[in-house]
């Protein structure tokens, strides 16, 4: 009903930059959050930043200064800009919106099917 594709990952040098984007589409109604979390093999997902629909915007402390999140509300994307990249920034990241469902009208949460992030040292 609702699809969220990412793009924008890949394999960057320690001290680079990338921008992931995400794009929701389908049965959508209205977009309250969206946000990107990252999992490493054996770890919790966690959050990394989160952009609400007034944009206020929240970070998780390792990224705070060099990650900046926005988003596109006429598109219904959402964009993460990726700077001065740590090897431990190594992750598979995943998009995530809450979504009104233009079906049901009902709140929920969507996530993508993550994009591969690599930083070298």
């Known amino acids: 009903q609702v699809q969220l594709v990412e793009s924008g990952g890949g394999l960057v040098q320690a001290g680079g930059s990338l921008r992931l984007s995400c794009a929701a589409s389908?049965?959508?109604?209205?977009?309250?959050?969206m946000g990107w979390y990252r999992q490493t093999p054996g770890k919790q997902r966690e959050l990394v930043a989160i952009i609400t629909n007034s944009d206020t915007t929240n970070y998780a402390d390792s990224v705070k200064g060099r990650f900046t999140i926005s988003r596109d509300i006429a598109k219904n994307t959402v964009y993460l800009q990726m700077n001065s990249l740590k090897p431990e920034d190594t992750a598979v990241y995943y998009c995530?919106?809450?979504?009104?469902?233009?079906?049901?009208?009902?709140?929920?949460?969507?996530w993508g099917q993550g994009t591969q992030v690599t930083v070298s040292s």
């Open positions: 995530n919106a809450n979504v009104r469902n233009g079906l049901t009208y009902r709140y929920y949460d969507y």
């Open positions: 389908g049965a959508i109604a209205s977009i309250n959050t």
